[in-house]
T-cell receptor, first 113, second 114 residues
Framework: GENVEQHPSTLSVQEGDSAVIKCTYS??????FPWYKQELGKGPQLIID?????GEKKDQRIAVTLNKTAKHFSLHITETQPEDSAVYFC????????????FGAGTQVVVTP | KAGVTQTPRYLIKTRGQQVTLSCSPI?????VSWYQQTPGQGLQFLFE???????NKGNFPGRFSGRQFSNSRSEMNVSTLELGDSALYLC?????????????FGPGTRLTVT
């Protein structure tokens, strides 16, 4: 089955710097890759996603890139702010396994002022 | 539009008991997925329902079951609770139509088994 590895497990950045989180997946049939942000005491919040027919997607300070050949995708956060501090999860899924997301282990991001 | 709601938010049960958790999806969403989140295992897929039918199932024992009603609301049940079932149980809803794959999570139900 699908296996998703996520690195690093913790990331400490200065406010204003960039943060990058990387994930690799094993199932070449995976075609949808969302990223979630989870704050303490809350459920995961979808922040950006990318489909296998696209190489990059941006939404303000957040961007995601996908390399299908290497089977890895990354989240980039620019100009980090203290409110970006949270746990970030990547996930992978395939549309013939509808609703079944395989999640990475998560990255604890701490943005220090 | 209201988000995904889950009840109850917190629950304490004793080993051997059974528990039922409820999830109301976003209005118009027909797919509901359930996940278990623990510090050790992370987010693990339990099952997914669409139009009252289970379409996908994760690798959990038969003590974990679920159902979906005609209004898309879903419940999951855990029988004969074990200490290891202590976790945050999350449900996520999706439009599950055409090319809409996005899943939106609720706040979760924190289950503690003593």
């Amino acid at each position: 089955g699908e296996n998703v590895e996520q690195h690093p497990s913790t990331l400490s950045v200065q406010e204003g710097d960039s943060a990058v989180i990387k994930c690799t997946y094993s199932d070449s049939a995976s075609n949808y890759f969302p990223w979630y942000k989870q704050e303490l005491g809350k459920g995961p919040q979808l922040i950006i996603d990318i489909r296998s027919n696209v190489g990059e997607k941006k939404d303000q300070r957040i961007a995601v890139t996908l390399n299908k050949t290497a089977k890895h995708f990354s989240l980039h956060i620019t100009e980090t702010q203290p409110e970006d501090s949270a746990v970030y999860f990547c996930a992978a899924s395939r549309t013939d396994s509808w609703g079944k997301f395989q999640f990475g282990a998560g990255t604890q991001v701490v943005v220090t002022p | 539009k209201a988000g995904v709601t889950q009840t109850p938010r917190y629950l304490i049960k004793t080993r051997g008991q059974q528990v039922t958790l409820s999830c109301s999806p976003i209005s118009g969403h027909r797919s509901v997925s359930w996940y278990q989140q623990t510090p050790g295992q992370g987010l693990q897929f339990l099952f997914e329902y669409f139009s009252e039918t289970q379409r996908n199932k994760g690798n959990f024992p038969g003590r974990f079951s679920g159902r979906q009603f005609s209004n898309s609301r879903s419940e999951m049940n855990v029988s004969t609770l074990e200490l290891g079932d202590s976790a945050l149980y999350l449900c996520a809803s999706s439009l599950a139509w055409a090319s809409s794959y996005e899943q939106y999570f609720g706040p979760g139900t924190r289950l503690t088994v003593t």
